[in-house]
């Protein structure tokens, strides 16, 4: 069993930044992929950003280029860093983790982009 725990949500200006942080906890494989997925009101949850244990990196097209997802695996932890961040990123920002053939999921983060 894996635990996702995130942190760094908040709310946020437009053309700000901020940075996501994911930590992982219990049973950790080191063949893995994590990322980040969000989902704003009313729909469905999207893919922000992947990374492999051997640093494939993703990106979805919306955040090309304004977000950088990075690990720790130190600290078994991946992170995403977003900048010039608009309203319509606001949503729910989950944490993910893919190993062994099983699906792990944080409990999301909020993050709103407002003036």
């Known amino acids: 069993q894996v635990q996702l725990v995130e942190s760094g949500g908040g709310l946020v200006q437009p053309g700000g930044s901020l940075s996501l942080s994911c930590a992982a906890s219990?049973?950790?494989?080191?063949?893995?992929?994590m990322g980040w997925y969000r989902q704003a009101p009313g729909k469905d949850r999207e893919l922000v950003a992947t990374?492999?244990?051997?640093?494939?990196?993703y990106y979805a097209d919306s955040v090309k280029g304004r977000a950088t997802i990075s690990r720790d695996d130190a600290k078994n932890a991946v992170h995403l860093q977003m900048n010039s961040l608009k309203p319509e990123d606001t949503a729910v920002y989950y944490c993910?983790?893919?190993?062994?053939?099983?699906?792990?999921w944080g409990k999301g983060t909020l993050v709103t982009v407002s003036s």
């Open positions: 219990g049973i950790i494989y080191t063949i893995y992929v």
């Open positions: 990374i492999t244990n051997t640093g494939y990196t």
């Open positions: 993910r983790r893919s190993s062994s053939g099983r699906d792990y």
